[in-house]
């Protein structure tokens, strides 16, 4: 009854009979741990609304979460002493910004309803602005995490002009630092965009197998490769001889199962920092972050299964197109593209696939 009663607002009849969703389970996420050294001053005593300075965020507080019992936990975590340096953790790491705070927190809440162990999820929230954390902590009052601050003079002057403005914001560069930002005891993490939702259990994809490779993702090599690339890149051997002895096929950089040790050990942020050096000089591509993965990982890439990244919900950068999904199961939904579903829903004019997303918003006060 309690299920019906969350989720009847959200779906229409049609919408039910064409798409059918994986159960949603409902366990409650653990005692909160406060991070970074921004928490002292960030802390608010209201904890159903924002800070002061972000009067136009409201965010309802999320349910409870609990583990299931067949959920192992611990010593630490049986103890009440949960750090982020527990073995049993999964670490899944988010940017947090107020343009797409709605959709960070919506996949959030997804992972929590759709997790067995729910209990046993860390988060790493990325940011670069510093009046964030206590929102969160008011919606998601358990939760395990801690914010990182991300520089923006880190990136900025690297940053080439792309097809989109959106594409160009330092903060979509954070990823490139995770082994840096993240304490050294984590040793895998899950990187996911702010615009997508799961609707599976993550630890299926934390199991990810990346035998030898450095990151995991689902790839795509029927799509045409040249075009993440400018002609003058293809004509240059001294750009285009990085691909010799591979096999490269396009992946999204938004969905990612990283070993950081490996990382760390081979320092791939300086080789990813070059290319964006390149870049500036040359103009070897026209998107934002995702080439100089690319020109890195292409064709070294342990695969996914594409149930874990159905991208392209957003239009393919079209404004207000819709999209289907693509054939096959799925298990995240990812509303990349320049369309995002908050924002067709609040016009009005929404597409089919966008109300798959609106069951785990939080936005706005209590319809209850």
Request: with cysteine; proline share 6%; hydrophobic share 35%.
């Given at each position: 009854?309690l299920?019906?009663?969350?989720?009847?607002?959200?779906?229409?009849?049609?919408?039910?009979?064409?798409?059918?969703?994986?159960?949603?389970?409902?366990?409650?996420?653990?005692?909160?741990?406060?991070?970074?050294?921004?928490?002292?001053?960030?802390?608010?005593?209201?904890?159903?609304?924002?800070?002061?300075?972000?009067?136009?965020?409201?965010?309802?507080?999320?349910?409870?979460?609990?583990?299931?019992?067949?959920?192992?936990?611990?010593?630490?975590?049986?103890?009440?002493?949960?750090?982020?340096?527990?073995?049993?953790?999964?670490?899944?790491?988010?940017?947090?910004?107020?343009?797409?705070?709605?959709?960070s927190?919506?996949?959030?809440?997804?992972?929590?309803l759709?997790?067995l162990?729910?209990?046993?999820?860390?988060?790493?929230?990325?940011?670069?602005?510093?009046?964030?954390?206590?929102?969160?902590?008011?919606?998601?009052?358990?939760?395990?995490?801690k914010v990182y601050?991300?520089?923006?003079?880190?990136?900025?002057?690297?940053?080439?002009?792309?097809v989109?403005?959106?594409?160009?914001?330092?903060?979509?560069?954070?990823?490139?630092?995770?082994?840096?930002?993240?304490?050294?005891?984590?040793?895998?993490?899950?990187?996911?965009?702010?615009?997508?939702v799961v609707?599976?259990?993550?630890?299926?994809?934390?199991?990810?197998?990346?035998?030898?490779?450095?990151?995991?993702?689902?790839?795509?090599?029927?799509?045409?490769?040249?075009?993440?690339?400018?002609?003058?890149?293809?004509?240059?051997?001294?750009?285009?001889?990085?691909?010799?002895?591979?096999?490269?096929?396009?992946?999204?950089?938004?969905?990612m199962?990283?070993?950081?040790?490996k990382?760390?050990?081979a320092?791939?942020?300086?080789?990813?920092?070059?290319?964006?050096?390149?870049?500036k000089?040359?103009?070897?591509?026209?998107?934002?972050?995702?080439?100089?993965?690319?020109?890195?990982?292409?064709?070294?890439?342990?695969?996914?299964?594409?149930?874990?990244?159905?991208?392209?919900?957003?239009?393919?950068?079209?404004?207000?197109?819709?999209?289907?999904?693509?054939?096959?199961?799925?298990?995240?939904?990812?509303?990349?593209?320049?369309?995002?579903?908050?924002?067709?829903?609040?016009?009005?004019?929404?597409?089919?696939?966008?109300?798959?997303?609106?069951?785990?918003?939080?936005?706005?006060?209590?319809?209850?």
């Open positions: 009854m299920w019906i009663l969350r989720f009847s607002g959200f779906f229409s009849a049609a919408v039910v009979m064409i798409i059918l969703s994986p159960s949603i389970q409902s366990f409650p996420p653990a005692e909160a741990i406060r991070s970074s050294n921004l928490d002292g001053y960030l802390r608010s005593p209201n904890l159903l609304s924002p800070p002061d300075y972000l009067p136009q965020l409201y965010f309802r507080r999320s349910t409870i979460f609990r583990n299931a019992d067949e959920c192992r936990f611990s010593d630490r975590q049986i103890k009440g002493k949960t750090s982020v340096c527990d073995p049993s953790l999964v670490h899944i790491a988010i940017t947090l910004d107020v343009e797409y705070l709605r959709g927190i919506a996949a959030v809440h997804s992972i929590l759709n997790s162990c729910p209990e046993n999820v860390f988060f790493h929230f990325l940011v670069s602005e510093t009046n964030l954390e206590s929102l969160v902590r008011s919606t998601f009052p358990q939760l395990k995490f601050y991300f520089d923006p003079e880190i990136v900025r002057s690297l940053i080439s002009t792309s989109r403005q959106a594409l160009e914001q330092p903060l979509n560069y954070a990823r490139n630092y995770l082994a840096d930002l993240l304490e050294t005891c984590v040793k895998r993490v899950i990187y996911l965009d702010s615009d997508l609707v599976d259990d993550i630890a299926k994809l934390w199991a990810t197998n990346l035998g030898s490779r450095t990151i995991g993702a689902p790839e795509y090599c029927h799509a045409n490769f040249t075009k993440y690339f400018t002609s003058g890149f293809w004509s240059d051997k001294r750009f285009s001889g990085t691909f010799r002895g591979r096999k490269p096929c396009y992946f999204n950089t938004g969905v199962v990283i070993d950081l040790v990382w760390r050990h320092q791939y942020t300086k080789w990813i920092e070059r290319w964006m050096e390149v870049q000089s040359d103009r070897i591509y026209d998107l934002g972050s995702l080439p100089p993965y690319l020109l890195v990982f292409a064709g070294n890439v342990a695969p996914i299964e594409h149930r874990w990244n159905q991208h392209g919900l957003g239009g393919d950068n079209v404004r207000g197109s819709c999209r289907d999904l693509h054939p096959g199961p799925y298990s995240l939904l990812h509303w990349s593209g320049s369309g995002k579903p908050w924002l067709r829903l609040d016009s009005k004019q929404p597409c089919p696939l966008d109300f798959l997303w609106s069951p785990y918003d939080l936005y706005g006060h209590s319809r209850l």
